[in-house]
C-alpha cells in the first residue's frame, strides 16, 4: 500500500486497507478499527479529533493523509430553518447542497453532478451547462457537511439539486450505498431518494437493484410538445415509453414512484395539461408532488397560483391518484437549484 502520498484521502480506506495499514505503523489491529469508527462514523474531519489514538499516531497519519472535505463557500438560512450551501471541492468546482430540518427529522437535497447537461428550461442550473460529475464520496460528503452544520444527524436524502443522477449512475449507486451502510450514515434505503427526469435506461438499471431506494420522476408535463419544451434533454425519452418503463419498474419491484411536477403559470396548469397528468397517472400505483415553481429572475417562467395547484390536486385525488402538496422550502432564499451559485458568480 502506498502511504507517502499525502494528497490521498485518509476515507478512501476501506476497514481492511486500514488494518494493513495499521500492521505497517506497528500498531495494534484495535487501531483499524477505532480509525474506521472515526471517519466513517463519527465523520470527524481532522486527525486531531481522534481523542483515543495516541498522539504519536495522529501526528504521523497527519503527515501522510489528508482529509479532502468540500469548503462551505456561501450559506444561507431561511426563516423556515432550511439552510442552502454551496460547496466546493479541491478541484474549485462547486455544487449546492440543501439542509431541511423539520420536526425531528433532518433531510438533504444534494447534487449529482456540477452543473447539468439536461438544460431544463426553467431551472438555472440547466442553462449554465454541466462541468462535470460527482464522486461517490463528493456526494456523501454534502450529507456529512449538512449533518455536521446542524449537529444532527441526516434521516433522509434526496438526489434532486443539481445534475441528472442516471447520466452518474454508478457513482450514485455507490453513494446510495455509502448512505444506506449500517456500519456508516445507516439512512433506510426508503429514506434515499434518486430524481430523474425520465432517463429510461437508468430507469431499468435502477429496478435491478436489490435495495428498496426510492424513485421519483420528474415530469412536469403530460404533454409530449410541452415537455420537450421544458426538457429538452429527454425529448428522445418520450412519455409513451417512460410510461412504459415506469410500468415496468412498478411490476419488478412493487415499489411506487413519485412524480414531480412543478407548476408554471400558463404552461402546465392549463386544462389540458391537467387532464393529460390525470391521464398519465390513473390506475397506476404513483404518487404525485405538486410544487409551485421557484422564482427565478431572468426567467420568463412564473410559479402557478396556489388556487391552480389545488385544483389539480382535487383532480387527480377525484381520480384516485395520492397527491401532496409541497411547501417551496426556503422561499425567502436562492432556494431553486442553480440559483445560488449563479447569485455568487454575478457578484462577482
Ligand atoms: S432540473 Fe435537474 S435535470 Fe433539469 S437541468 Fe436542472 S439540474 Fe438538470
Keep these: 500500500m502506498e502511504r507517502t502520498n499525502r494528497s490521498r484521502d485518509i476515507r478512501q480506506f476501506d476497514l481492511d486497507d486500514l488494518k494493513e495499514l495499521m500492521k505497517e505503523l506497528r500498531q495494534p489491529a484495535f487501531r483499524a478499527k477505532q480509525l474506521y ?23 504521523s497519519l497527519t503527515e501522510t493523509f489528508a482529509f479532502k472535505v468540500p469548503t462551505e463557500l456561501v450559506k444561507q438560512v ?7 450551501y454551496l460547496l466546493e471541492f479541491s478541484d474549485g468546482v462547486s455544487v449546492e447542497t440543501v439542509g431541511m430540518p423539520n420536526r425531528n427529522k433532518l433531510a438533504v437535497c444534494i447534487s449529482s453532478q456540477a452543473g447539468c447537461a439536461m438544460g431544463c428550461a426553467f431551472c438555472a442550473t440547466g442553462l449554465a451547462g454541466l462541468s462535470r460529475s460527482l464522486t461517490a464520496q463528493e456526494m456523501v460528503d454534502q450529507v456529512l457537511h449538512v449533518s455536521r452544520d446542524f449537529g444532527e444527524r441526516v434521516t433522509s436524502v434526496v438526489f434532486m439539486g443539481q445534475g441528472e443522477p442516471f447520466a452518474n449512475f454508478d457513482n450514485t449507486v455507490e453513494a446510495l450505498r455509502m448512505l444506506n451502510d449500517p456500519e456508516g450514515l445507516a439512512i433506510g434505503a426508503r429514506h434515499l ?10 430507469i431499468r438499471r435502477f429496478a435491478e437493484l436489490p435495495e428498496q431506494f426510492t424513485l421519483a420522476i420528474s415530469l412536469h408535463s403530460a404533454i409530449q410538445t410541452t415537455r420537450n419544451q421544458l426538457m429538452p ?16 419498474y412498478v411490476e419488478k419491484t412493487g415499489r411506487r414512484p413519485t412524480y414531480e411536477f412543478a407548476m408554471i403559470d400558463g404552461i402546465n396548469d392549463t386544462n389540458p395539461e391537467m387532464q393529460a397528468l390525470v391521464d398519465f397517472c390513473a390506475g397506476t400505483l404513483c404518487h404525485v408532488n405538486l410544487i409551485q415553481l421557484n422564482d427565478i429572475p431572468d426567467s420568463p417562467f412564473r410559479p402557478s397560483p396556489i388556487e391552480k395547484v389545488e385544483a389539480l390536486q382535487r383532480r387527480l385525488t377525484m381520480h384516485g391518484v395520492e397527491t401532496t402538496i409541497r411547501n417551496s422550502r426556503g422561499g425567502d432564499i436562492d432556494a431553486a437549484c442553480g440559483q445560488l451559485k449563479q447569485r455568487r458568480f454575478r457578484a462577482r
Excluded at 233 to 248: D, M, P, S
Design 78 to 84: 431561511s426563516k423556515d430553518g432550511s439552510r442552502k
Design 233 to 248: 434533454g429527454v425529448k428522445k425519452f418520450t412519455l409513451l415509453r417512460l410510461h412504459e418503463a415506469i410500468q415496468e
Design 37 to 59: 469508527e472515526w471517519v466513517h462514523e463519527k465523520n470527524v474531519c481532522s486527525f486531531d479529533e481522534m481523542t483515543n489514538l495516541p498522539a504519536g499516531l495522529r501526528q
Design 193 to 202: 431518494t434518486v430524481s430523474t427526469c425520465g432517463v429510461i435506461p437508468g
